[in-house]
Each structure stands twice: as C-alpha cells, then as structure tokens.
C-alpha cells in the first residue's frame, strides 16, 4: 500500500504541467493579475513549445518553474496571428523564446533557437525573481568560449534593442 502511494506522488511529481495561453493579450493580463513574468515560446504545431528544448521536451524541473513562476504563452507560427507575434518579438523563424519583466513591461530575455534544458532552467530561475531587476534585454550570442555556471553554452550580451517593449 505504500508502494502504491509512493508510486503515485512521484508520477504526479513528474506529469506538473504548465498552462499555455494562446492569446498575447490574455498574457499579459494574467501576468499583471498575478504579478508573474510571461514566457513566450514560439514555435509551430501543436505544442511546438518543446521546439525551445534541445531535448526535445522539457524536464520535470522546467515544467515546475513554469507552472509556478510563470504565465506561459506559446506562439504557433503556423497561424497568421502566430507568425504575426513571432515577428514582432524578433523571432520570425521560431523556436524561441522571450521573458518579460515582471512588470510586464520590457523584455528581460530574449533567445532564438533551442537551448537545454539545465540552460533553460537557468534562465526561467534567473527572471523568476521578482527583485531582479531588469536593465536590458539580455540574449546569448552563440560563442562557445564562456559558460553558464560552468557550462559552455555562450556569453551574455545585450540586443541591440536594450529595452524592447513586450
């Protein structure tokens, strides 16, 4: 009988999934409301938003971070409207993804292309924090010579746009 609990709290732990908004404006008023930043994965199909994980799906730490820290919107650039927003976000050739700020005002992250997932956390955890504060958009130049936290993934540089609106 143990077993069998055991068993089911750690497939729950495994399947915590986070909510995927379709709508921009939807977006941004859950994360006003509920003073969170917005994830923006741009991708295309129907859950084109495993595009941004290199590994194809992301972990369960990921999907946690997500579920609780965020409020998750993904862009399918299959439709119009998707390609639309990917556009105006920078990223018309998805995958990709953007954070905003808490304020929801600026953007705090912005990366094209795919990432693993222990990067991908990294950045989900780093913007997570409502006491950081956010200067300018940050993205990853694709320079294998310097690491996050040891691992070798890119240096930290600035967009050319330092303070993009979201």
Not at 43 to 48: A, E, L, N, R, V
Not at 58 to 87: H, K, M, P, W
Not at 135 to 158: C, D, K, L, M, Q
Request: hydrophobic share 35%.
């Amino acid at each position: 009988m143990l077993l069998l609990a055991f068993s089911l709290f750690a497939n729950s732990a495994e399947t915590v999934a986070p909510l995927w908004l379709e709508h921009y404006g939807e977006a941004r008023e859950h994360g006003r409301t509920q003073s969170k930043p917005v994830a923006v994965f741009i991708g295309s199909g129907s859950s084109g938003w495993h595009q941004v994980s290199r590994d194809g799906q992301f972990d369960r730490e990921v999907n946690q971070i997500l579920a609780d820290a965020y409020v998750c919107l993904y862009v399918n650039t299959e439709s119009d409207y998707g390609q639309e927003l990917a556009s105006a976000f920078g990223i018309p050739d998805g995958p990709g993804l953007v954070i905003s700020s808490h304020s929801g005002k600026v953007q705090a992250f912005s990366h094209q292309g795919d990432l693993e997932n222990g990067d991908l956390f990294h950045f989900l955890r780093r913007y997570a924090d409502p006491k950081r504060p956010v200067r300018f958009t940050e993205s990853i130049e694709h320079r294998h010579n310097t690491g996050i936290e040891g691992r070798a993934v890119g240096s930290y540089v600035p967009s050319a746009a330092s303070t993009r609106s979201c």
